[in-house]
């Protein structure tokens, strides 16, 4: 039974005594905040959709512009309810986004996380294959519709397939509709049950236990070469066999991790008569990996004559059939180059063999010192935080004066980092901002910010002329009354399928006067209210722009983006420029743009590192950082991400790359892309759950925070000082004399001589 209406009493004192209240609240026990609107309590496991498996025959279900059929069974018998009597199908679809429906407005709360899981598989159309997507549309009074995708699964003609999904409303809309959509037109959507309901809270994985990692030791036999070529053998139908001549030295990202270590032997696997890409040298290491380490890859790689261009060499694993990148280069001579990568795997796998692979079919492949071995991280944090010392931190002398100045001798003084000045930023988005304990969370424990979509061309100009500023502006404005500074991202994307397709179908004039109103548009507009622009994202990756109106218009981009706003710092951006994964975008290919834009004139005023990262390593990160701080400009990660299951492992992650970007003297700031469940782009990156609770990653992140805060507590000496050595940022410094306790703020800012700082009481 629902309970349409409740009263809640208070009593108890006697009959002539007032009972004065103050305020009253009235908490869901499945979730861990107040709520303060007037819709009912969800309790875990409550059903949102009325007739979920079809019992009441199509009640309170329909079309979303197409016909909704009841059925037992079709296709003469041979499709039958995978539970239940009944299905449904929705048929005479003419477009993608047909599908079968059911308004649950009402029936759902802002700020909780429901679960979605539908029964479903497609017919008809001659299609064996096809997406099934759950979507939500969602209308607010003020801000319009919304459609906010839920979950997808590969559905076929042969099987029902379970899809699920997740979502949370910020807001509070006015009506929110369910439906089904995807396959193409004519292709019938069979839908068995589906349901909706209040996630449960699922406790997090325990931290693994991993005995004996063995850090540093390789798991690769015979690396050296030592027995020949035993323990080797050739992938495919080539020939193989050991030659000397190669390094006898560590390649650098390795020897960062090992240090001190044995020389190569110098010899090789030399690879003949290869007709595929994919033969190489192989070696199964099954039994010799250990779940949740994280493993450096290493090695020497040549090729021999005859290539027709640069050719991509990759050292490869192939995890029970499924290639995983254990690092690539991209090698244009006859000189040994360097491969560094890194794994993790999180689930027992049956069998994993290490391959190299990559060179043009008939071109020679030469191997060496191939090595595997468990990163010590720990270790390597003891050496951050001493290089974090020397670049975060500076020398301060309190100097104390004023009417007490001479009995100050032995006073004590306590100072208290308020906030670090490094700046530690995140991605947000339009409806993260109508959810105040996402915007509690997020003012209290950043002081950047970037937008996700909202400043994007396919966001402010969907169609042509149609114009979409609000979203920004309304974030802009938060940002703002928070102090917190801002990032433009992006002015243009030059990646093909991110361009709107009105953009796409403009002939050349158009298009070049399209991209000057957009210049003109958004930098007059938002002049001196963002700090940075990314002018033309992933240039490494897309050439859309460049291809049609040519070379020169990256630079113009980057010149008029200057002249319409002076104050702007103007970045490239681009990603998996630090993790050794993708031979598009290497560090030397990315500084190799970066001087060509520069000697064309581009004010390129800053270089962003996405940092889209799986199973980072701090030396091949840090290398990157190396290379790249050659160029002289400052260095942000833009889009920081990591993943994985384990939220004690994603802690670790992350841990990982802040302690290498703040140790780094190349590098000015970090931002998140994201931090919030069911709001990220990737799954399992977040640091706080959908409805709010700081999980294992996020503990991790703050407790970083806390850590790079400095704090001193001890008495004035004679001549009137009080010395420590802090990180930059603002403090609050407390003097308690004999006769009062007195309060100072000051700043410390970068610098390499002590910083004298006159406080006068």
């Not at 607010?140 to 906010?148: A, F």
């Not at 080539?238 to 020389?263: Q, T, W, Y």
């Not at 005859?306 to 090698?331: C, K, M, R, T, Y």
């Not at 002939?507 to 700090?531: C, E, P």
Request: charged share 20%; aromatic share 10%.
């Amino acid at each position: 039974m629902v309970q349409e209406r409740a009263i809640c009493s208070l009593e108890r004192p006697p009959p002539g005594v007032e009972l004065l209240i103050d305020s009253v609240v009235i908490r869901c026990p499945s979730s861990s905040k107040s709520e303060s609107t007037s819709i009912g309590c969800s309790a875990v496991g409550d059903e949102v959709i009325i007739n979920p498996q079809f019992e009441n025959g199509l009640s309170n279900w329909s079309g979303r512009g197409c016909q909704v059929v009841l059925h037992d069974s079709m296709a003469d018998g041979k499709i039958l309810p995978e539970t239940g009597k009944f299905f449904a199908s929705a048929s005479e679809r003419t477009q993608n986004w047909n599908g079968i429906q059911q308004e649950i407005t009402g029936r759902v709360q802002r700020k909780l996380a429901y679960n979605v899981t539908a029964v479903v598989r497609i017919f008809g159309n001659n299609v064996t294959t096809a997406t099934i997507q759950a979507t939500l549309w969602v209308h607010t009074p003020d801000r319009g519709e919304q459609y906010i995708g839920i979950g997808k699964v590969q559905a076929t003609d042969k099987d029902w397939v379970q899809l699920q999904g997740k979502f949370l409303l910020n807001g509070s809309p006015s009506r929110v509709i369910i439906y089904l959509e995807g396959p193409p037109p004519g292709t019938d959507i069979l839908v068995n049950a589906l349901s909706v309901k209040h996630a449960e809270k699922i406790p997090p994985l325990p931290p693994p236990i991993i005995e004996n990692p063995d850090y540093g030791v390789n798991i690769v036999t015979n690396s050296q070469l030592s027995d020949g070529t035993d323990g080797w053998f050739p992938l495919g139908n080539c020939n193989f066999s050991a030659a000397s001549g190669s390094p006898k030295i560590l390649p650098p990202m390795a020897r960062d991790s090992l240090g001190v270590h044995e020389p190569l032997s110098g010899r090789y696997i030399l690879v003949k008569n290869r007709t595929q890409t994919w033969m190489g040298p192989a070696q199964m290491i099954t039994d010799k990996l250990k779940l949740f380490l994280t493993y450096q890859v290493s090695a020497w790689v040549r090729i021999g004559s005859g290539a027709s261009g640069p050719q991509n060499v990759n050292v490869a694993l192939g995890v029970d059939n499924q290639w995983v990148n254990g690092g690539q280069a991209e090698i244009k001579d006859r000189r040994w180059h360097e491969i560094g990568g890194s794994f993790r795997i999180e689930k027992q796998p049956l069998k994993v063999m290490v391959y190299v692979q990559g060179p043009a079919a008939g071109v020679d492949l030469m191997v060496a010192g191939l090595q595997i071995f468990p990163v010590d991280r720990v270790a390597r944090f003891k050496h951050l935080a001493r290089q974090t010392d020397k670049t975060r931190k500076r020398d301060i002398i309190l100097q104390f004066s004023g009417s007490e100045s001479s009995s100050l001798f032995g006073t004590s003084v306590t100072v208290m980092q308020t906030q670090n000045s490094f700046p530690i930023g995140s991605c947000i988005n339009r409806t993260n901002i109508e959810n105040e304990d996402f915007v509690d969370f997020f003012v209290k424990n950043f002081n950047w910010a970037v937008f996700g979509n909202e400043l994007k061309w396919y966001w402010t100009e969907p169609q042509r002329g149609n114009f979409n500023y609000k979203d920004a502006d309304d974030m802009l404005a938060l940002c703002q009354n928070n102090k917190i500074e801002t990032r433009g991202h992006c002015i243009f994307w030059e990646v093909q399928s991110t361009v709107q397709q009105w953009i796409q179908a403009l002939n050349k004039n158009d298009l070049m006067k399209a991209v000057q109103n957009r210049l003109t548009g958004l930098l007059t507009r938002y002049k001196g209210k963002f700090r940075h622009y990314d002018v033309n994202n992933e240039m490494l990756h897309g050439s859309f722009y460049q291809d049609r109106l040519g070379k020169d218009i990256r630079t113009y981009m980057f010149k008029t983006a200057n002249q319409l706003d002076p104050s702007a710092t103007l970045f490239v951006n681009d990603y998996h420029v630090e993790d050794g994964t993708d031979t598009r975008s290497y560090p030397e290919k990315y500084i190799e743009q970066i001087l060509d834009l520069q000697q064309q004139g581009a004010p390129v005023g800053g270089i962003g590192i996405q940092g889209h990262i799986d199973n980072p390593v701090g030396p091949i990160v840090c290398s990157a950082l190396d290379k790249l701080g050659v160029v002289g400009l400052p260095i942000w990660f833009t889009e920081l991400d990591v993943s994985s299951l384990n939220e004690h492992i994603r802690g670790e992650d992350l841990e990982v790359m802040l302690r290498e970007a703040f140790a780094h003297p190349a590098v000015e700031g970090v931002m998140l892309w994201g931090f919030w469940e069911l709001f990220m782009s990737r799954d399992n990156a977040h640091l706080v759950d959908a409805e709010g609770e700081i999980n294992e990653a996020g503990k991790r992140f703050l407790a970083l925070k806390h850590e790079w805060l400095s704090h001193a507590h001890g008495r004035i000496d004679i001549q009137g000082q009080f010395e420590f050595r802090g990180f930059h940022g603002t403090y609050v410094v407390e003097v308690e004399t004999e006769s009062n306790k007195v309060s100072r703020t000051f700043v410390v800012d970068k610098g390499d001589s002590p910083l004298v700082v006159s406080i006068d009481l």
